[in-house]
C-alpha cells in the first residue's frame, strides 16, 4: 500500500519498518526521515534510527535508495500508535503486530481456501471416489472454511491491536479483556 504520493512528503517524518533490508534498520524499528530525494528512476531516502533495540547504538544516519516510493512504502509505513509506544514494547512483539497488520486476503486467506479445497477434493473425489457429489461436497465445505478463514483473518488484526493496548496500559493500571 502506497502512502505518499511524492517522497518530499516523507521528510521529518517517523516510520516503522516492516521489511529488514541488509544493511539498513531491522523491522519494528522506528525511523526518522532526514532527507529525501526522488528523481525519475530512483528515490534517495537519508534516515537516523530515533529508537532502536540492541544492534543500533548510535545515532548514525543511514542513507538507503529505492526504485521508487512504492518500494519505500513497502520497507517503512506511517504507524503514530507504535511511534507514540513503542518504549512499552518489545522487537518481538512490534514485528508480530506487523506480520499481522500486512497481512490481506492473497497473502493469507487465499492459500489456505485453495489448500482446503485441494483436500477435500482430493478426500472426496480421489479417495472416497464419489464423482460429482464429492465435488459439490468439497465445494461446499471449502465455501464454509473460507467463511472461518475470513473470520479468523479480520479478528487476528482487532485482537493483536488490543493485545498491544493491554500490554502499554498494564503500567496505567487498566486490563482490557
Known sequence: MTYLLNIDEA????????????????????????????SPNSVLVTYRVSHYNEKFHDYQDYTIKFDSV??????????NFIARNYESLNIKDIQH?????????TTFCLPLIIAALVVFMVLFVGLLHLGAIGAVL??????????????????????????????????????ID
Open 138 to 175: 468439497a465445494l461446499v465445505l471449502t465455501a464454509g472454511v473460507a467463511v472461518f478463514i475470513m473470520v479468523i483473518f479480520k479478528n487476528q488484526k482487532k485482537q493483536e491491536k488490543m493485545r498491544l493496548y493491554s500490554k502499554i496500559s498494564s503500567g496505567w493500571g487498566v486490563v
Open 11 to 38: 521528510i521529518d517524518r517517523k516510520f516503522l519498518v516492516s521489511k529488514t533490508l541488509k544493511g539498513q534498520a531491522e523491522a519494528g524499528n522506528i525511523i526518522h526521515v532526514m532527507d529525501a530525494e526522488g
Open 70 to 79: 512504492a518500494q519505500f512504502c513497502k520497507w517503512a509505513q506511517p504507524d
Open 97 to 105: 503486530y506487523i506480520k499481522v497488520k500486512n497481512r490481506s486476503f
